[in-house]
């Protein structure tokens, strides 16, 4: 068999294992490999997998899987690690990168050695649910689509049915619920607890696919800053703190009530390489 290297990565604290092309072009990612290979104690340990291709339309094409197997949806994070990498391979020159990911084209910009951008392509509306059902209250709910699909939930609406504050909040218990919700049937949703309190924004985030809480969220980030804007009057950049204490700057242009060039700037680093020997 051939050898199966691979290359761990953190954007934010969501992390990666991550598979070039270039490196293990016969490598065969079913949903079964990619379980072991996520699994904390018996593989590498990962809330996804991502897969690097070269591509003749654009400067590499990325493949996102969550932990589960499931894929097809957008991973901000995912994206933001795969253009961290393809500058460390030396495989790009540029600070700006082109990159295709499910039919889609997305734009790329290397910061700094530690902070990389990431470009939405389109975002959808904010669809708001008045009556969602949350630790026996009925609160609203934002929905919106920045590529994989997120709720936002304003952690001050639950004043005295939950913690006030967001570290103490039951975010993998209420998530869990929400997420397999007869609503949000059959593909589930992610699931944002944000504290919109002070000027920058405190959020924590429920992983479908993961199904546990991940230490940042770039979809669940910008889906935060945009209801942020639209509901609650913040201007861009806005500034959220995940869960890992990183910082999050999610930028946009505002043309009246449209919104666009959303971009989301953040940490990324390539933690080691490695080969799979036992899977
Ligand atoms: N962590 C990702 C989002 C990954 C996809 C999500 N779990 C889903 O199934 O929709 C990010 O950084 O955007």
């Not at 050695?113 to 609203?140: C, H, M, P, Q, W």
């Not at 009530?257 to 953040?266: C, E, F, Q, Y």
């Amino acid at each position: 068999m051939n050898r199966i290297y691979f290359f761990k990565c953190s954007a934010a604290g969501n992390d990666f294992v991550l598979f070039d092309d270039d490196i293990t072009p016969d490598l065969s990612l079913d949903g079964k490999f990619i379980r072991k290979i996520c699994d904390r104690r018996l593989g590498v340990g990962a809330d996804g997998i991502i897969r690097i291709k070269n591509s003749g339309k654009a400067d590499f094409e990325m493949f996102y899987y969550n932990s589960d197997g499931t894929g097809g949806m957008l991973c901000a994070n995912g994206a933001r690690a795969a253009l961290k990498y393809v500058r460390f391979a030396g495989k790009v020159k540029n600070n700006d990168i082109v990159f295709e990911s499910s039919g889609r084209r997305y734009k790329g910009n290397i910061v700094s050695e530690t902070e990389i951008k990431f470009y939405f392509s389109d975002i959808g509306e904010i669809n708001v649910i008045e009556d969602l059902e949350i630790a026996g209250r009925k609160i609203a709910g934002y929905e919106i689509d920045t590529g994989a699909r997120h709720l936002v939930i304003n952690i001050n609406d639950l004043k005295n049915s939950a913690p006030d504050e967001l570290s103490d909040f039951p975010v993998v218990e209420l998530g869990r619920i929400i997420r397999y919700s007869e609503r949000f049937e059959p593909e589930g949703i992610n699931v944002n607890f944000v504290e919109f309190t002070g000027p920058e924004l405190k959020i924590r985030t429920y992983e479908k696919g993961v199904e546990d809480e991940t230490l940042s969220c770039g979809t669940g980030s910008a889906a935060a800053a945009i209801v942020a804007h639209k509901i609650f009057n913040y201007k861009p950049p806005v500034v959220l703190y995940p869960k890992s204490g990183d910082k999050f700057i999610v930028d946009f242009n505002v043309n009246g009530n449209k919104i666009a060039d959303v971009s989301l700037t953040g940490p990324a680093q390539i933690i080691y390489k490695g080969e799979l020997l036992n899977l």
